[in-house]
Nanobody, 124 residues
Framework: QVQLVESGGGLVQAGGSLRVSCAASGGIFRAYIMAWFRQAPGKEREFVAAISRYGDSTTYADSVKGRFTISRDNAKNTVYLQMLRLRPEDTAVYYC?????????????????WGQGTQVTVSS
């Protein structure tokens, strides 16, 4: 059983930056593809970014490509999401998730474990 705990959310002005982190425990971290999803009020949970087991491959949603960067540190069992040039529409609860498959996938139902989420609010 893998436990995921997000941190680093907060309030930031439009155009600003923020880094959220997700610490994993209870499993072999490098055995999982890791991803970030987000969910805004009244909307479905949507894919943001994912990273392969050893960090050699990443995938991004079109809406964040060029602004967000996902990375991982397998020695620290942690995955990060660096967010630049934030926009009000980036406001959401951000969740990290772990998938035991070998291929990056983008649907929430494909992921085995989830964190509790961290709120990111971007003011205009």
């Amino acid at each position: 059983q893998v436990q995921l705990v997000e941190s680093g959310g907060g309030l930031v002005q439009a155009g600003g930056s923020l880094r959220v982190s997700c610490a994993a425990s209870g499993g072999i971290f490098r055995a999982y593809i890791m991803a970030w999803f987000r969910q805004a009020p009244g909307k479905e949970r949507e894919f943001v970014a994912a990273i392969s087991r050893y960090g050699d491959s990443t995938t991004y949603a079109d809406s964040v490509k060029g602004r967000f960067t996902i990375s991982r540190d397998n020695a620290k069992n942690t995955v990060y999401l660096q967010m630049l040039r934030l926009r009000p529409e980036d406001t959401a609860v951000y969740y990290c998730a772990a998938d035991s498959s070998y291929t990056i996938r983008t649907m929430p139902g494909d992921y085995d474990y989830w964190g509790q989420g961290t709120q990111v609010t971007v003011s205009s």
